[in-house]
């Protein structure tokens, strides 16, 4: 079902037939890495979190995590993960496949700024077996993203 929704949002775009399919499961940074043949950096996560009372999806490097004092001083709250029964309420996405794809319009959406490294990246697309290659510009482009921030930790030098 999820990756129906994402196929819908993408057709717009033209970017529907680009949905890469894999036979194995790419629910993990890492298990996504392996099947794409790609560094884990390159996985672009979607971390589904509360802010307040207020769900929102950050979307980051694969190798990369929430820097608490960071996303403290821009959300002016502590970060706290989405309960598991909560992710797909919020996200349209079950675990292993939350992607900023089809996202409901009540949940903000915000870009890391460790994705900026890259040309492209891979976020999933609504399944534990899927993704899309995109480039930074693209995403800009497609996903209705309300800013760009720097709340994330262990990329850089």
Same mark, same amino acid.
């Not at 207020?54 to 979307?59: D, E, G, Q, R």
């Given at each position: ?9 993408l057709?717009? =775009?033209?970017?529907? /037939?680009q #949905?890469i399919?894999?036979?194995? /499961?790419s629910a993990?940074?890492e ?7 790609i560094?884990?950096?390159r #996985?672009?996560?979607?971390? $589904? ?6 769900a929102?999806? +950050? ?14 001083d821009v959300?002016k709250?502590? @970060?706290?993960?989405? %309960?598991a029964? !909560?992710?797909?309420? =919020?996200?349209?996405?079950? +675990? ?6 089809? #996202? ?5 959406? =915000?870009?890391?700024? $460790?994705? %900026?490294r890259?040309?492209?990246?891979? @976020?999933a697309c609504? $399944?534990?077996? $899927?993704? #899309? !290659?995109?480039?930074i510009?693209?995403? !800009?482009? +497609?996903?209705?993203?309300? /800013? ?5 930790k262990?990329?850089? !030098?």
């Amino acid at each position: 079902m999820s990756l129906h929704i994402v196929q819908e949002y993408l057709k717009p =775009y033209a970017k529907d /037939s680009q #949905i890469i399919e894999l036979s194995q /499961s790419s629910a993990t940074v890492e298990l996504a890495a392996q099947a794409l043949g790609i560094q884990e950096e390159r #996985i672009a996560k979607t971390l $589904s979190l509360w802010v307040k009372d207020h769900a929102v999806v +950050i979307v980051c490097a694969g190798d990369c995590r929430i820097d608490n004092h960071a996303f403290k001083d821009v959300f002016k709250t502590k @970060p706290k993960m989405l %309960k598991a029964e !909560e992710v797909e309420r =919020y996200t349209n996405h079950t +675990i292993g496949g939350v992607c900023p794809f089809g #996202i409901p319009k009540t949940t903000d959406i =915000y870009f890391d700024e $460790s994705l %900026k490294r890259f040309e492209s990246v891979y @976020p999933a697309c609504g $399944s534990a077996n $899927s993704a #899309i !290659e995109l480039t930074i510009d693209e995403l !800009e482009n +497609i996903v209705p993203f309300l /800013s760009w921030i720097d709340v994330c930790k262990g990329w850089k !030098e």
